[in-house]
């Protein structure tokens, strides 16, 4: 509780994530499961956050109810001044086309589609024209490292350049928040360090806040702000901040 | 989302999957061509139907008869059809034409070749447009002079006098030239019969054989000595002409086919056995109808067949129709089929769009158009098969032998173009309504569940 009393008042910008007293409750049988537990935070602009915890605890619900994907069973999330819990589905996806990116597991690229065509799904869900469009795809697939993969089918491609793709159609609808649930649960530790500092890079660059689930302690270590949470209850938050430099 | 995108991404799904596709695609195939071909069956029987009654008269033509005209009971003057009650027709709603039909037997001849009792018609303007003339031109109609029109088997009257032997018995047409030669008519038969057998009449004076009137010959009705349509056996001359002629030719004397009063005295107007009245719309014939036998006419048309004609072609339609959308009906639920088939191997991609923020109405939409399209393909390949299996159906010598023994000609599968078009619509609304509900149910999976989806 103290660390966002004390985060607020260090930066004079609202907070652009703000949750308040969270539960998510489901019924297994007869008996409840908390999967969150009143669970408070808030999260700044261009913050880097990694949400830690072992399997079970909750971190990804989390990440779901956030990103509007889940309702919670109590509690307000306040994303940039809009309260997404009471939101339908229908204006939950509007609200996810405008200001969300989203990075999986599992990459999730649209397998009848090269890379270029993956990265420019998004935008024409919001009915960009198709040569802008190709445009901007073919300019952040530059930024993440894929001018030679541009017209790779989703198969013709390794895991670490899949997760490229993916971050790149994370990051091409410019959104203010990306959410990766644990987006180097499939790659080796190689990998995970090029994506993950690559990740940082963009962020930081463009002011995006980035919010990742991991369980993996090491990888939330590249974060600025660390929650860690088990059995839906936050345990800590720690926050460090890292210089470019020092990983490279 | 633009809906071009759409369109390409729905396109692109069915390319993913062409067996599957094609399959489908057959199915509608089958169901569009079975419906259309059906169908233009019925059409075709029942404009060929149609046709025949066509061929039998006008289908706004009524036909008005009087009873009075042969019984005579002694007591008031008896409903004849006279020139006040044409003008009476003429009035009616919807009426756009009346014409009296003024039979007149007459004798006709030609060098050595005499037709007798050919029947002369005087009618009106509105009669004799409804014919169409082969050689020369129609009649003059200004009321001055007599000329005719002959019937086109008219000619099949004339025998030669001196040789005998008629067409009926030599098979022979009569050399006679309507047209070139003069035509003698003999309006006063029973004059000339009289004069013939001894000359003299019931009195006992005798009788000069009737003059000889020289008549002008307009033209002769469309169609060859052999070919017969309704206008072929009479000959057609001006109403108001055959009136004066007739009038000059008896003076005061009753003029046959004429009823005369309880004294045994002609009526000094013409009294009409049989009119014409000609209505606007074909619907509009039986009120008409039901006006003109309140006035105490008969009335008759050809309406009346044609309405139960065209219910029977109607059930047979039905029938027809229902046959091919049975299997327009498989193939509705070879589309459903398909299309839940797709939503479940295509959950995951449906819960990534939608977590990427394709909006619902989106994702409805496509699998929508998926399925129309398979509807449009499947009914434009169907429509080309229906007019192919068509072709073949209107050509085969089978066929025409049938319709050859039932009397008509034309083609017995006729594809109209609002039946195409309809069958096309059919097609893309029914691809659509069996995509509808696996259309909605992939707009409402929930994006967690489709990406945890392994």
Known sequence: ?248 | MRFLDLLVMSVNNLRRRKLRTALTVLGVIVGTASIVVMMSLGIGMSEMQMEILESYGSMTAINVYSDAYYQQDGSSDPNYMTDDVIEQFRRLGHVTGVSPLLNYSVMMRQGQYTASYVNLIGVTRDYMEQISVGEGTYPKMDGSEVELLFGNMVIQNFSNGKRGGSYYETGELPDVDLMGQPIFVVYDMDAYYQSMNGGTNADGTSVKPPKKYLVPVAGIVEGGPTDYNMYSWDVYTDLEALKTQLRKVFKKNPIPGQPTNKKGKPYNYFIYSSAVVYVDEIDNVKDVQTVISDMGFQASSNSEWMEQSKKQSQITQMVLGGIGAVSLFVAAIGIANTMMMSIYERTKEIGVMKVLGCDMGNIRNMFLMESGFIGLMGGMVGLILSYSLSYVMNHLPAVSQVMGMMGTEGNISRIPLWLAGMALVFAIVVGMVAGFFPAVRAMKLSPLAAIRNE
Do not use: W
């Open chain 1, 1 to 248: 509780m103290a660390e966002i009393t004390e985060t607020t008042e260090k930066k004079k910008e609202p907070p652009i994530i703000r949750v308040k007293n969270l539960y998510k409750v489901y019924r297994v049988g007869e008996s409840k499961v908390f999967a969150l537990n009143g669970v408070d935070f808030s999260l700044n602009r261009g913050e880097f956050c990694a949400v830690v915890g072992p399997s079970g605890s909750g971190k990804s619900t989390l990440l779901n109810m956030m990103a509007g994907l889940e309702k919670p069973s109590k509690g307000e999330i306040i994303i940039a001044g809009t309260h997404i819990e009471r939101m339908t589905e229908k204006e939950l996806v509007t609200f996810r086309r405008e200001n969300v990116g989203f990075i999986f597991q599992s990459y999730n690229l649209l397998k009848t589609m090269n890379a270029v065509e993956n990265v420019a799904l998004p935008l024409s869900f919001r009915g960009i024209p198709k040569k802008i469009r190709l445009e901007k795809a073919r300019k952040y697939l530059k930024l993440v490292g894929l001018e030679k993969q541009m017209n790779h089918m989703a198969n013709e491609m390794s895991g670490g350049q899949q997760q490229r793709v993916g971050i790149a159609r994370a990051l091409v609808v410019n959104p203010r928040i990306i959410f990766a649930d644990e987006p180097t649960g499939n790659l080796d530790s190689k990998t995970t360090k090029e994506v993950l500092k690559l990740m940082r890079r963009i962020v930081r660059e463009q002011k995006q806040t980035l919010i990742m689930v991991t369980h993996d302690n090491y990888l939330a270590g590249f974060a600025d702000k660390q929650i860690h949470i088990v059995d839906g209850k936050i345990l800590k938050i720690e926050e460090q901040h890292h210089e470019d430099e020092e990983e490279l």
